[in-house]
């Protein structure tokens, strides 16, 4: 999964490759799945072709229940592109999912699906907070982003 130079204003966004474009697929409507071995079953992220733990080429895609809880999180500080300095400081945060804790999702903590990067309180992001998955569409592209649940 990469990103592509975007103009500067403008926040990047994903390009998805053959292994990948499944999940952006999904995304768009409404489904976070994450890659699955049709062998032996066992999830991973990124895609890719092969399991690494069986070397099979037989996946499929399995819809998680887009929970989990923050794993880690940092806020990005100029300098920054430009899109992204007039947000900051925001969060990033690695999400480990419920359905597979082995896994980490790269994002951002929102406070609706189309809020602003900088639209959480940075005194409410803390390591283990429980979120779920929103999608927000943002330049043709449906991507993932993260609510904190209610408590
Ligand atoms: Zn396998």
Redesign the pocket.
Known sequence: MTTTPAAADELLLPVPDEDGAPFWEYAARGELRVQA?A????LRFPPRPC??????FDSEWRRMSGRGRIWSYVRPHPPLLPAYAAQAPYNVILVELADAPHIRLAGNLVTSADAPLDSVDPARLRIGARVHVVFTETGGMTVPRWMLEKS
């Open positions: 071995c062998a032996c079953g066992r399991c690494p733990h069986c070397r099979s």
